[in-house]
């Protein structure tokens, strides 16, 4: 199963005065499986690009292919394919709206057709996946803090089963402990049942840690695309565009101008403390 997006384009106000290309030619494979992060300053196209993925957007020019179909075929299925490739929003209030949050979580698999009973099952499963307290089933979506809410619009789309998961900053506005527990909570699925996952986010560390693909978006375009290591030895490149490498990145090239022979593609604090003890036991020795 895959994403295939051939040389798409999307402009806002196309033939007006307020006209602007948000996305130009496009073309990227993303593959089973993957877990892939998406980077770029504000206005850079990423969140117009991830809602072109599950057909919340219309291409100006250019093709789609989900699994092989083109999505722009007449007669296509977009209901099947948001139910395939689910997308979380960056505000949850966006996406919470009935009265108590099992009731919400169970909302997408009824709206596929299936009976009640499945439906219910569907959402204690997704619900215990985000690892959502189970004495809060049945309280207002609305009474949750930010993370809470952030669990259950993600637990609802799961409840759907897709293939594809696209969470746009999920972890926005969170403290670092809310952050580093849906993070691991999306690892953790990704480990265990290879869904697919698309992260947008601003936090290089976030992105360095998690992800195995990296897709930098500058001005509508793919200005780099692959592995962290390989995207982040273009730091400099990223600073002009308005962004940046992890912080350990830097400490590793601050390290070497000082005279310690670290290598300098370290993306992870773990990286960081294994090269730097591995230089320090040769030096021991």
Not at 162 to 181: F, S, W
Request: overall charge negative; proline content about 4%.
């Amino acid at each position: 199963m895959s994403i295939i997006l051939d040389k798409v384009n999307y402009t806002y106000s196309a033939g007006t005065a307020y006209e602007i290309q948000a996305l130009k030619d496009i073309n990227l494979k993303i593959e089973d499986g993957e877990f892939i992060g998406v980077i770029g300053h504000t206005g850079s196209g990423k969140s117009t690009l991830i809602q072109h993925l599950n057909g919340l957007m219309h291409a100006t020019s250019g093709d789609i292919y989900y699994n092989g179909a083109d999505i722009y075929d007449e007669g296509y299925d977009m209901r099947a394919l948001r139910s395939k490739v689910g997308l979380v929003f960056q505000y949850p209030e966006h996406q919470l709206f009935e009265t108590t949050i099992f009731d919400d979580v169970c909302y997408g698999p009824m709206n596929q057709g299936l009976p009640k009973n499945e439906a219910g099952l569907r959402a204690f499963e997704a619900l215990r996946s985000v690892g959502f307290p189970e004495e809060l089933y049945y309280q207002s979506p609305f009474d949750l803090s930010g993370g809470q809410k952030r669990r259950v619009a993600i637990a609802g789309v799961l409840a759907m089963k897709p293939e594809v998961l696209i969470l746009d900053e999920p972890t926005a506005g969170l403290d670092p402990k809310g952050r580093d527990e849906i993070l691991d909570q999306l690892a953790l699925m990704h480990k265990e049942r290879g869904i697919t996952i698309i992260l947008v986010s601003h936090s290089m560390e976030d992105v360095a840690k998690y992800v195995g693909r990296i897709i930098v978006m500058n001005q509508g375009s793919v200005m780099y695309d692959g592995i962290p290591k390989e995207v982040f030895r273009h730091y400099k490149e990223l600073e002009a565009v308005g962004l940046a490498a992890p912080q350990v990145t830097y400490l590793m090239h601050e390290l070497q101008e000082v005279g310690i022979p670290v290598r300098t593609d370290a993306t992870t604090v773990e990286e960081a403390k294994a090269e730097i003890l591995r230089v320090c036991q040769g030096r021991i020795r």
